[in-house]
């Protein structure tokens, strides 16, 4: 398997995806966003096909689109933490802008950039090139290194708004920055698994993690390292049955992990699994349970 270069090239881009979606995804569901970053993959194909209408690099178009959404659904919620009103708005118009974007664009005709559209929607992981490969690792390590800078503060902020406030912690400003980098690894993720299926890679991960322990950087590293190795498994399970399609092994391997994370909490202590279960993502409940 290692003697083919695409499949060198997608092991080391989607290592470096796995790792910036597991530390991301982790916040996603400690901050109850899971939906924001489901609005974003939908954002990423707007803006592929918005770029591709105005003749303008794909990739470039992704990027603009998820991280501007994400600004902007920051500063539209309460405290950049946006809600499920304001998300579902940027959601629906978003898809508006969509369905403008592909009535132009399917008349122009283009095979190229057509193409460039397909891979957005569905990932394109065995067919990337050198440099998008070294574009993938440099954008997992800035997005880890100001992820891992922000993080301490950030789940003060999380997991209790009023009173990081009253102690000065810039909770708007790190809202704001948390949602930038989300819309940044969505924009990465979507060469990997692509903008339908990049929900998973958040969010599957992060939740076993979140099972598994109620300490806050054991739990990060740990949605890292699942959501890493759930690349590696399902790009080995589609290069041994080719007839798979790389992402969405690598979405069924998240989520097998998630079920067995679930099974293994619940014979391990089923009351403590339905009640954290009832309150994922509710910044006060996470906040006790961190403490204890």
């Given at each position: 398997?290692?003697a083919?270069?695409f499949?060198r090239?997608?092991l080391?881009?989607g290592?470096?995806?796995?790792?910036a979606c597991?530390?991301?995804?982790?916040?996603?569901?400690?901050?109850a966003?899971?939906?924001?970053?489901?609005?974003?993959?939908?954002v990423?194909f707007?803006?592929?096909?918005?770029?591709?209408?105005?003749?303008?690099?794909?990739?470039?178009?992704?990027?603009v689109?998820?991280?501007?959404?994400?600004?902007?659904m920051?500063l539209?919620?309460?405290r950049?933490?946006?809600?499920?009103v304001?998300?579902?708005?940027l959601?629906?118009?978003t898809?508006?802008?969509?369905v403008?974007?592909?009535?132009i664009?399917?008349?122009q005709k283009?095979a190229?950039?057509?193409?460039?559209g397909?891979?957005?929607?569905?990932?394109?992981i065995?067919?990337l090139s050198?440099?998008?490969?070294r574009?993938?690792?440099?954008?997992a390590?800035?997005?880890?290194?100001l992820?891992?800078?922000?993080?301490?503060?950030?789940l003060?902020?999380?997991?209790d708004?009023?009173?990081a406030?009253a102690?000065?912690v810039?909770v708007r400003?790190l809202g704001?920055?948390?949602?930038?980098?989300l819309?940044?690894v969505?924009a990465?993720?979507?060469?990997a698994?692509?903008a339908?299926l990049?929900?998973?890679?958040?969010a599957a991960?992060?939740g076993?993690?979140?099972?598994?322990s109620?300490?806050?950087?054991?739990g990060?590293?740990?949605?890292a390292v699942?959501?890493?190795?759930?690349?590696w498994?399902?790009?080995t399970?589609?290069y041994v049955?080719?007839?798979l399609?790389?992402?969405?092994m690598i979405?069924?391997?998240?989520?097998?992990?998630?079920?067995?994370?679930?099974?293994?909490?619940?014979?391990?202590?089923p009351?403590a699994?339905?009640?954290r279960?009832?309150?994922?993502?509710?910044?006060a409940?996470?906040?006790?349970a961190?403490?204890?």
């Amino acid at each position: 398997m290692f003697a083919h270069e695409f499949m060198r090239n997608a092991l080391i881009a989607g290592t470096f995806v796995g790792l910036a979606c597991g530390l991301v995804g982790y916040f996603v569901v400690l901050r109850a966003q899971v939906f924001a970053g489901d609005a974003l993959s939908h954002v990423a194909f707007t803006g592929a096909l918005a770029a591709a209408v105005l003749g303008y690099d794909v990739l470039a178009g992704v990027f603009v689109a998820t991280i501007l959404g994400g600004v902007l659904m920051g500063l539209l919620g309460d405290r950049a933490r946006a809600d499920d009103v304001t998300i579902g708005t940027l959601f629906a118009w978003t898809l508006g802008l969509g369905v403008l974007f592909l009535s132009i664009f399917t008349t122009q005709k283009s095979a190229g950039n057509g193409t460039a559209g397909v891979r957005v929607l569905f990932g394109s992981i065995f067919g990337l090139s050198g440099t998008d490969v070294r574009r993938s690792v440099i954008l997992a390590v800035v997005v880890a290194a100001l992820l891992l800078a922000i993080a301490r503060p950030l789940l003060f902020a999380t997991l209790d708004g009023a009173v990081a406030a009253a102690q000065g912690v810039p909770v708007r400003a790190l809202g704001l920055a948390f949602l930038a980098l989300l819309g940044l690894v969505a924009a990465q993720a979507t060469q990997a698994v692509g903008a339908l299926l990049l929900l998973g890679l958040l969010a599957a991960p992060a939740g076993a993690a979140h099972l598994l322990s109620t300490h806050p950087y054991r739990g990060l590293a740990l949605s890292a390292v699942l959501a890493t190795g759930s690349v590696w498994v399902g790009l080995t399970l589609s290069y041994v049955f080719p007839s798979l399609p790389p992402s969405s092994m690598i979405i069924a391997v998240a989520v097998g992990i998630y079920i067995l994370a679930l099974v293994a909490a619940a014979l391990h202590d089923p009351r403590a699994v339905w009640q954290r279960l009832a309150n994922l993502g509710t910044p006060a409940e996470s906040a006790h349970a961190h403490e204890h």
